[in-house]
């Protein structure tokens, strides 16, 4: 299977070439042959399968004959809306479409919340025919009467399970309800769950689906260990493992935003430099934080679950589950931001006597047993008895403390309808 074979432009196959991609991904070859025909489209797939491209690619094509074509320049009316859980997602999916529509004369703009709102303000006044943006922000821009949907062809929803899990499902509806009902529209998922399935009835028209199960990608293309350890001694057996084997860019993560902070603390003192990663922290100080990682001037980022999501890191050599997440499809996610699409990886997890049913799930899901490997010096007291995990927390004396907590730690939902609308409102007022 080629590139060419699925019928793309010269000048998205010039782009693509210049990716160094060889072939498409299994969600490529089947979603892009799909997209060009205009059905709308159900897509089982997570990240580091080349969804994005998969969507991107044909989405490119499809509005690529209007561009030049436009009497007149000036006038440039959104044709395609891409909404993503995350602020991170949105510039990731950007920066693809610049990638892959390099030769392709479209505008492209991303907006998100947690930064000022006015340059977003400016580039939708310019004319963007692709625009990239979180549900909460984008109302925000619906409010000022700075959209103009009526031109609207493609709607791509990404990370839609993501998008409900962070209540934005309302926000989405009064979305669709801004845009015309004649339009394609493709929705990408980690999971088809019943909520995503109706939310497809609703908004979808005979969508064609297709799937890419967990066995034909992350899980095939990361080697995997487990190393049993004792609760107590996981920082030490993972600043052992760091500097033994002289990790680098190693993705690190924990269950809770207080948690990544903490190992980071942790690591810092151990003397080796790091930085944590999550929903409280500021955008800047996540740019900041992906951009230090990313040139090597930290070493370790500790990460939640939705912070991590859709971070534009590509093929990450280490990933370490230094806690197993609570949901075993996390675990899928955690491990696809190594072994992307073609080079290999590594996931390690610390699992200690409390994970082990954690352990068992993810084993479940994977559908195969993880080998298990205990470092010299770090085996497991076999006395010390199992503790519940409570609200994303471990044991090790935290029973029974304190008020409940969201079970996600610091990437847990709020009540549905809330989270995600305006956590950043402030500031981000006034033209
Ligand atoms: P995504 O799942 O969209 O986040 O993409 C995962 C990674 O795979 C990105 O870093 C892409 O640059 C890369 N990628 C996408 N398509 C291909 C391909 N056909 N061959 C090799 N790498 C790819």
Redesign the pocket.
């Known amino acids: 299977m080629s590139f060419e074979s699925l019928g793309l432009l010269p000048e998205l196959l010039r782009a693509v070439r210049e990716?160094g991609?060889?072939?498409?991904?299994p969600i490529?070859a089947q979603a892009i042959p799909l997209v060009l025909e205009g059905r709308d489209l159900m897509g089982r797939a997570q990240?580091?399968?080349?969804?994005?491209?998969g969507f991107t690619l044909p989405l490119l094509q499809r509005l690529a004959p209007q561009a030049s074509s436009s009497a007149s320049p000036a006038r440039h009316p959104i044709r395609a809306l891409i909404l993503t859980p995350t602020r991170e997602l949105a510039m990731q999916v950007e920066e693809s479409v610049r990638t892959y529509g390099k030769y392709i004369p479209l505008r492209s703009t991303t907006i998100f919340g947690g930064v000022n709102i006015n340059p977003q303000t400016k580039a939708l006044r310019a004319g963007v025919e692709i625009l990239v943006a979180t549900p909460g922000r984008l109302l925000d821009h619906h409010q000022q009467g700075n959209l103009n949907f009526s031109q609207l062809e493609i709607l791509v929803l990404d990370e839609a399970d993501r998008m409900l899990d962070m209540g934005f499902i309302r926000d989405i509806q009064k979305i669709i309800t801004l845009l015309p009902k004649q339009r394609q529209t493709l929705l990408f998922s980690a999971t088809f769950t019943d909520e995503i399935k109706q939310l497809a009835a609703q908004f979808l028209r005979n969508p064609a689906s297709v799937q890419i199960t967990p066995q034909n990608t992350a899980a095939e293309l990361v080697r995997q260990v487990v190393h049993p350890v004792d609760r107590e001694r996981k920082r030490h057996l993972l600043a052992h493992l760091i500097t033994s084997r002289k990790l680098e860019q190693v993705l690190v993560f924990t269950r809770t935003k207080h948690g990544a902070n903490r190992l980071s603390e942790q690591l810092d003192k151990d003397g080796i430099s790091s930085m944590a990663i999550h929903g409280n922290k500021s955008q800047p100080q996540r740019i900041k934080a992906l951009e230090d990682f990313k040139k090597g001037a930290v070493r370790v980022l500790v990460a939640t679950d939705i912070a991590a999501r859709g971070l534009d890191i590509?093929q990450l050599p280490h990933v370490v589950n230094y806690e197993l997440p609570q949901v075993p499809e996390d675990y899928i996610h955690r491990i696809g931001r190594t072994g992307?699409?073609?080079s290999e990886g590594e996931a390690l997890s610390l699992v200690c006597v409390d994970e082990k049913g954690l352990l068992k799930d993810i084993e479940k899901l994977l559908r195969k047993e993880l080998p298990k490997d205990i470092v010299p010096g770090y085996a497991p007291d076999p006395s010390i008895p199992a503790e519940p995990i409570q609200n994303g927390r471990q044991g090790g004396g935290g029973r029974g403390r304190g008020p409940a907590r969201p079970a996600r730690g610091g990437s847990a939902p709020a009540p549905r309808g809330e989270r995600g609308r305006h956590p950043s409102r402030p500031g981000a007022r006034g033209k």
Do not use: C, I, L, V
């Not at 991609?21 to 991904?25: G, I, V």
């Not at 990240?47 to 491209?53: D, E, F, H, R």
């Open positions: 990716q991609y060889e072939s498409p991904t490529q990240t580091g399968t080349g969804k994005t491209a590509d992307r699409a073609g």
